[in-house]
């Protein structure tokens, strides 16, 4: 059963940096797009980066220039840098891994707080 722990996650000053990380518990055959998304309280889950297979990225207006995805996929791996961090990114951040056959696997959040 495939797991995903994501970790990175902490609290930091307004402007300051995190990166977060995703590890799988098990080697993950056919990973198509991986995901970063977050969830602030009383809010709806909403898509922070996006990198597909072929290393295209897509973000937010809210995050674009200031978080970066990447990945490494011989280790299953996505990684969320987010460098000028404001109060509004606060939030419990979580990778998504989906395969080309259908996997679509989530981990289970880790709290970014950023305090001003």
């Known amino acids: 059963q495939v797991q995903l722990v994501e970790s990175g996650g902490g609290l930091v000053q307004a402007g300051g940096s995190l990166r977060l990380s995703c590890a799988a518990s098990?080697?993950?055959?056919?990973?198509?797009?991986m995901g970063w998304y977050r969830q602030a309280p009383g809010k709806q889950r909403e898509l922070v980066a996006h990198?597909?297979?072929?290393?295209?990225?897509n973000y937010p207006d809210s995050v674009k220039g200031r978080f970066t995805i990447s990945r490494d996929n011989a280790k299953n791996t996505p990684y969320l840098q987010m460098n000028s961090l404001k109060p509004e990114d606060t939030a419990v951040y979580y990778c998504?891994?989906?395969?080309?056959?259908?996997?679509?696997?989530w981990g289970q959040g880790t709290q970014v707080t950023v305090s001003s």
């Open positions: 998504r891994i989906q395969t080309v056959v259908g996997g679509d696997y």
């Open positions: 990198i597909t297979s072929g290393g295209y990225t």
């Open positions: 098990v080697h993950i055959f056919g990973i198509d797009h």
